[in-house]
């Protein structure tokens, strides 16, 4: 079973950064979950992908408004995967989770995500 913990949302002016982490654990090498993600629920929106790191290789993936801006990456030694978020704009606020899927890629695809966070808010105004 993966648990997943956010932390690092809070309030920030556009421009602006915020560093969320994600905390992991129960997705050892034998668990077969080795892809986490970062998803963004907007208020009256859809949640939809942000960043994917496959642990495997480090590889990574990003949505089109992320690219350039936002930056995964992991740390194997504490199990936490970092969402480093620059040049914030109104349109990244949302409620983040970090999810875990199966599979040996890096995936925006949020169908393949089996356990989730319970979010942490990111407001930009």
């Known amino acids: 079973h993966v648990q997943l913990v956010e932390s690092g949302g809070g309030s920030v002016r556009p421009g602006g950064s915020l560093t969320l982490s994600c905390a992991v654990s129960?997705?050892?090498?034998?668990?077969?979950?080795?892809?986490t993600g970062w998803f963004r629920q907007a208020p009256g929106q859809e949640r939809e992908g942000v960043a994917a790191?496959?642990?495997?290789?480090?590889?990574?993936l990003y949505d089109d408004k992320a690219k350039g801006r936002f930056t995964i990456s992991q740390d194997n030694a504490s199990k936490t995967v970092v969402l480093q978020m620059n040049s914030l704009e109104p349109e990244d606020t949302g409620v983040y989770y970090c999810a875990a899927a199966g599979g040996e890629w890096a995936e925006l695809d949020q169908r393949r995500y089996t356990y989730w966070g319970q979010g942490t808010q990111v407001t930009v105004s």
């Open positions: 790191i496959y642990s495997g290789d480090s590889s990574a």
């Open positions: 129960g997705n050892g090498d034998g668990s077969g979950y080795r892809c």
